[in-house]
């Protein structure tokens, strides 16, 4: 990267921050917050969490349910006051010069496992019960429970969340019928790319490293630009603690986990210290697996039946191992909080080709964000700067990842340099919002043998305003952004739609508009409309060769328009001691869609004619659909949880006109029933678990659906396997209990997951073309914190 490419990346984000810091000094940082929190029979808590999101400062409770944060600025704050098994309180607080606020808390007790705030999506952190915009979370226990080796396969039994996977080591979230470069996956709030244009390029990041998930229901172009028009998934690091006192703090969690039909084992530690000025925390996880099961039934080879699978029992070439982990650092300077994190994921493993042979993958990528808090009267300023690499290395056909990275066909390297600032403002003439500006260089570098795609850059910059409005049961927000991208790909003499360099530019407006009314105290309206969209990708426009990992020639178009959407949601919310439930239905306009589609005639196919080959279109589309998600306590013993997940999909112009969308999810009722047990001697916090999930049948899309080529009519005759899918249920059950050793409990959890060792194949399944679906598994995950 030039000295002219770096002095004009940072240049406008140096004078913004020069401009928005000059007159905070550290007489602005005095100010301090202390308190206890105790249960309603005035039993103290430990280890409650006590979090300021908007400046990423925290504290946990000690012994005696005490806590104090000290240095914090004069301005006005929300605290955010949290423990698992109690109703999560929120206090705003306004601190002046010198000033001591002293807090004492009561919560009181809930089964109703929900975050208190949300960061994601929206102008400034708020309660997710009242925010116009559709946002989930994964958080505690429960993220504990659901963390895998994949982002798809951790949030795949959330509400509206589905995942697109291939084996255990591979999956990708979708969002209400979105994903790959439509559904972007941020890290602490800064977009990640990770080659997502593949059905098997899962997400390079482990859910592990971070403390939190909050998944964007919807377009979400307005704060993160372009790929968010379907949805995003924002991991949120832990949050800074210092000591306070001229002490040194350190505690941590050991965990380890089982799967038995891979025979996956995980190990993973967490640690976090502080001093007074001083915040360290980090981890590092362990995962390695052989190939998983499917149920133990007769192949295509010996019942000679058309779409039976090919491959059953045992899934050759599925194994994979990784080895991933984080590290953060927080300064409590005079003028604000700096901090410093680094993430890194490096993962190993192979896919399973209809031929029976493997291809090596070899996964690396590294995340650096380095930003600051910066606080002054009635303004947080946040500068922010980020670094990834990305390296992606595969093997030619028949090769597994052992023999990587010296038989590396394809090899990949991505930069990608990020630079934000946001300036939000807190309780200004009652409005609180963000106004900010982004600069993002990408670099991406075809260095291996096949030259699927090109190597070249873009310059991407932005400017948006969100902000938020709110009197009495009434918030309003509105927002808008403008994108303009300068890019340039470098010519080659193996791809003919890029005979020589081809530079061009693109640019987009996106906006956003939301209220909330509080019909009462228990129930909210919400209503809100997002323009959305996406830059077609390097891939998109000039993808020309084999892709090994979906066995089709691929071939991009280069005269392809940005992808452009209006996205239409409302929910009714409702919330009181019983009950927790939501219901959303949303309908998503969408101009230029792009996909791919089945081309053997296509005038730029190469001789001879290989298989299969797919092109690059687009026509206009639309989706509807709903959602409902309702939590139920019925007794002191019992919650009663159920959702329902509906999608319909149509192209609305083009030659498959009327046709449905490709990889839509199926219809989907998950239920579940979660027994309280009484606690038995040292046994603290038993339940039992039993959760039913419940699939339609789903009928491939056409000519353009991924894998389609497993259905009949599609290219050559292949008797084995399919595309479209029958329906199945799903049965898991699981038990879990805590046990407490020094006032802090070790949390056991066992789970046996698809009980029946159902035969079945899921949809959204990339191996439903020639294997089944996992079979049964007996999961045990184990969590022990320490304090020193």
Same mark, same amino acid.
């Given at each position: 990267m030039s000295i002219i490419k770096l002095n004009r990346l940072f240049m406008p984000i140096l004078l913004i921050f020069i401009f928005t810091t000059s007159n905070i000094n550290a007489e602005n940082f005095n100010g301090a917050i202390k308190g206890k929190v105790f249960s309603e029979d005035n039993t103290p808590l430990y280890g409650a969490h006590i979090a300021l999101p908007s400046i990423n400062r925290g504290a946990v409770t000690d012994g005696n349910g005490e806590f104090v944060i000290t240095n914090l600025p004069n301005v006005n704050l929300r605290v955010v006051i949290s423990y698992i098994g109690y109703e999560s309180q929120i206090l705003n607080i306004d601190l002046e010069n010198n000033q001591i606020i002293? =807090?004492?808390?009561?919560?009181?007790?809930?089964? #109703?496992?929900t975050e208190p705030v949300v960061v994601t999506g929206n102008p400034y952190a708020v309660n997710p019960l009242n925010s116009p915009q559709d946002v989930?979370?994964?958080?505690?226990r429960e993220k504990l429970r659901s963390e895998s080796s994949s982002l798809g396969k951790t949030l795949e039994n959330m509400p509206g969340i589905y995942n697109l996977s291939a084996g255990s080591v591979a999956g990708k979230p979708v969002i209400r019928g979105h994903t790959g470069e439509r559904v972007l996956i941020l890290s602490d709030g800064v977009a990640q790319e990770y080659q997502q244009y593949g059905e098997r390029h899962s997400p390079n990041i482990d859910a592990f490293s971070y403390d939190r998930i909050e998944v964007i229901k919807?377009?979400?172009?307005?704060?993160? &630009?372009?790929d968010a028009m379907g949805g995003a998934v924002n991991l949120i690091p832990h949050p800074f603690h210092f000591a306070?006192?001229?002490?040194?703090?350190?505690?941590?969690d050991l965990n380890s986990g089982y799967f038995s039909n891979n025979n996956?084992?995980?190990?993973?530690?967490? #640690?976090?210290? %502080?001093?007074?000025?001083?915040?360290?925390?980090?981890?590092?996880i362990k995962r390695k697996a052989d190939n998983f099961h499917t149920p133990d039934v007769a192949p295509y080879s010996i019942t000679q039946k058309r779409g039976d699978p090919k491959f059953t029992g045992k899934i050759p070439n599925t194994n994979f191992e990784q080895i991933n982990g984080s590290l953060g650092l927080g300064y409590l300077s005079p003028i604000g909080i700096f901090t410093f994190q680094y993430d890194h994921f490096k993962n190993e493993n192979n896919f399973l080709l209809p031929t029976g042979l493997p291809i090596g993958v070899g996964l690396e990528n590294q995340i650096v964000n380095i930003k600051w808090n910066l606080p002054f009267e009635n303004f947080i300023v946040k500068p922010k700067f980020s670094y990834q690499k990305n390296h992606r290395q595969a093997t030619r056909e028949g090769l597994s990842y052992t023999f990587l990275p010296d038989s590396a066909a394809v090899d990949l390297i991505l930069n990608v340099y990020t630079a934000r600032v946001e300036v939000e403002n807190v309780n200004l003439f009652n409005i609180s919002g963000t106004i900010g500006t982004e600069i993002k260089f990408y670099d991406h570098n075809n260095v291996g043998r096949v030259p699927l795609q090109p190597t070249g850059s873009f310059t991407n910059y932005a400017i948006f305003i969100f902000e938020e409005w709110q009197k009495n049961k009434l918030t309003l927000n509105i927002g808008g952004r403008f994108d303009y991208r300068d890019q340039i790909f470098y010519g080659t003499t193996t791809n003919p739609l890029l005979p020589k360099d081809d530079r061009r530019s693109y640019s987009s407006f996106s906006g956003s508009f939301g209220a909330a009314y509080k019909l009462n105290d228990q129930l909210t309206l919400t209503g809100d409309i997002n323009r959305g969209f996406r830059t077609p990708s390097f891939f998109n426009l000039y993808v020309y060769g084999y892709h090994g990992g979906v066995f089709a020639f691929q071939i991009g178009n280069p005269n392809l328009k940005n992808e452009t959407s209006l996205d239409f949601s409302s929910s009714l919310r409702f919330r009181n001691n019983i009950f927790n439930t939501h219901l959303t239905v949303f309908h998503n306009i969408i101009y230029n869609y792009i996909f791919l589609y089945d081309a053997p005639e296509h005038p730029l196919a190469p001789t001879p004619k290989p298989a299969f080959i797919f092109a690059q279109d687009q026509a206009d589309a639309r989706m509807t659909g709903l959602e409902l998600a309702i939590d139920a306590n019925l007794f002191d013993w019992l919650q009663l949880s159920g959702s329902y997940s509906k999608i319909k999909s149509e192209f609305t112009s083009g030659p498959w006109s009327k046709g449905g969308l490709p990889l839509m999810p199926p219809?989907?009722?998950?239920?579940?029933?979660?027994?309280?047990?009484?606690? =038995?001697?040292i046994i603290k916090s038993p339940y039992f678990l039993i959760d039913g999930k419940f699939v339609s049948s789903k009928k491939a899309a056409g000519i353009y659906e991924p894998f389609g080529q497993f259905d009949d009519g599609i290219g050559p005759d292949i008797a084995f396997g399919v595309c479209s899918t029958d329906k199945?249920?799903?049965?898991? =059950?699981?038990?879990g209990f805590n046990i407490y050793l020094y006032k802090q409990p070790i949390s056991v959890d066992v789970s046996i997951t698809n009980v029946t060792n159902e035969v079945? +194949?899921?949809? =959204?399944?990339?191996?439903? &073309?020639?294997?089944? %679906?996992?079979? +049964?598994?007996?999961?045990?995950?184990?969590?022990?914190?320490?304090?020193?």
């Open positions: 002293e =807090l004492n808390v009561h919560l009181k007790p809930t089964t #109703f496992n989930s979370t994964l958080s505690g919807g377009a979400a172009s307005l704060l993160y &630009g372009s306070s006192d001229s002490g040194f703090d350190l505690n941590g996956e084992y995980m190990i993973g530690l967490k #640690f976090d210290g %502080s001093s007074e000025l001083f915040s360290l925390n980090g981890n590092i219809d989907r009722i998950m239920l579940s029933a979660k027994f309280l047990l009484p606690d =038995l001697s199945y249920s799903l049965l898991d =059950l699981g038990v079945y +194949r899921d949809f =959204l399944d990339t191996y439903k &073309g020639y294997a089944l %679906s996992p079979g +049964r598994s007996v999961n045990l995950k184990l969590n022990v914190p320490f304090v020193f």
